[in-house]
């Protein structure tokens, strides 16, 4: 069998989630992403209180030294959280479980500790150097990715739709 360019001698890989294969794992993706956010947002905002009572307390001990560590304890507690849960076993964040969401590359591999991490970074980065208005992105892509999703290769897609539960 020759190899032309309309017939290579290996077969073209597809993407592991094409939506043209199973437009289901992307149905009300969006909406869910908007209060898993919320949910994740309060948990962050919760452990920095109890880490920010923590810096308190040595900051006492310390004679001050501790409250340095005030300006990075939210970016610490979020890139934390974010690379615990969404690089963990389940692929999702707290928030993202409750809403039935999970996390994967482009290539169907889940995403480990450094891609969850980056993912938050360049979320909170992405929302503040270009305003909130980014997020529309998620409007126009074909697998309801944000900007920082197509930056990492990541996707978020239905739990139940993947483990193959059907509603």
Known sequence: MSTTPLSPAQPIQREAFDPLADPRLYEGVL????????????????????ASVVIFILGIVTLGLAWLLYGGVFPAMAILYSGATLGGDKAATWGMRLTGLTARMTDGAKPGFLIA????????????????????????TRRKQLLHDLVLSTVLVDRGRLEGRSY
């Open 117 to 140: 991490a980056a993912h938050v970074v360049f979320l909170y980065v992405s929302i503040t150097l270009l305003t909130p208005f980014i997020l529309l992105v998620g409007l126009f």
């Open 31 to 50: 909406s869910r992403r908007v209060l898993a956010f919320c949910v994740d947002f309060g948990i962050v905002f919760t452990l920095t209180a109890i």
